[in-house]
């Protein structure tokens, strides 16, 4: 069984752009989370999706956005870049309220 | 207080020893609780979740859980070099929906 995959694997970005990632869940996953991964900072939620529709959000500023496709794919968008947006981006999906399992992640660097 | 906590470490065991890591939690409410362990530069790969007070085994993986205490521990029985990595203790808290509430992460060192 193919496992959650994300791309692209890493990214050089400057201060004020935008930037795209995407993740394709496990197949018969409906639910897509979003985590950053900031150095000293550890794992923070940023969201979460399922059947379409954006469930949660963590404490992040809305320039941090996304979406998810009927496929169950999802993008996460963010505004604006700032120096500190700098870190690994993870997705996971989960077939339930439970497990969540991650994808390799998007190492996001902003110059 | 933060919401989940774990001793940063390292723990440094030798070959063959127990390691015992250690996790505890603010939300009374939380329900579910998870081991993931994490080597250098990769993603969190899920090694153990547990629901229900008590030990759950699994191969050299223990998790026990005291909701009372609010404290969550994984050991790892007959420990290897290669289980050297940082193992993330994480919550599913009512405060944050289902999303995964973290700790910082106890890096496990295992020396041969």
């Known amino acids: 069984e193919a496992g959650v995959t994300q791309s692209p694997t890493h990214l050089i970005k400057t201060r004020g752009q935008q930037v795209t990632l995407r993740c394709s869940p496990i197949?018969?996953?409906?639910?897509v989370y979003w985590y950053q991964q900031a150095l000293g900072l550890g794992l923070q939620f940023l969201l979460w999706?399922?059947?379409?529709?954006?469930?949660n959000r963590g404490n992040f500023p809305p320039r941090f956005s996304g979406r998810q496709f009927p496929n169950y794919s999802s993008e996460l968008n963010v505004n604006a870049l700032e120096l500190e947006d700098s870190a690994l981006y993870l997705c996971a999906s989960s077939p339930d309220v439970a497990s969540q399992y991650f994808g390799p992640g998007t190492r996001l660097l902003v110059l | 207080q933060k919401e989940v906590e774990q001793n940063s470490g390292p723990l440094s065991v030798p070959e063959g020893a127990i390691a015992s890591l250690n996790c505890t939690y603010s939300?009374?409410?939380?329900?579910?609780f998870f081991w993931y362990r994490q080597y250098s530069g990769k993603s969190p790969e899920l090694i153990m979740s547990i629901y229900s007070n008590g030990d759950k085994e699994d191969g050299r993986f223990t998790a026990q859980l005291n909701k009372a205490s609010q404290y969550v521990s994984l050991l790892i029985r007959d420990s290897q070099p290669s289980d050297s990595a940082t193992y993330l203790c994480?919550?599913?808290?009512?405060?944050?929906?289902?999303?995964?509430?973290f700790g910082k992460g106890t890096t496990l060192s295992v020396s041969s």
């Open positions: 939300d009374r409410g939380s329900q579910s």
């Open positions: 994480a919550v599913i808290s009512r405060q944050a929906g289902t999303a995964l509430i």
């Open positions: 999706y399922d059947e379409g529709e954006e469930r």
């Open positions: 197949s018969g996953h409906t639910s």
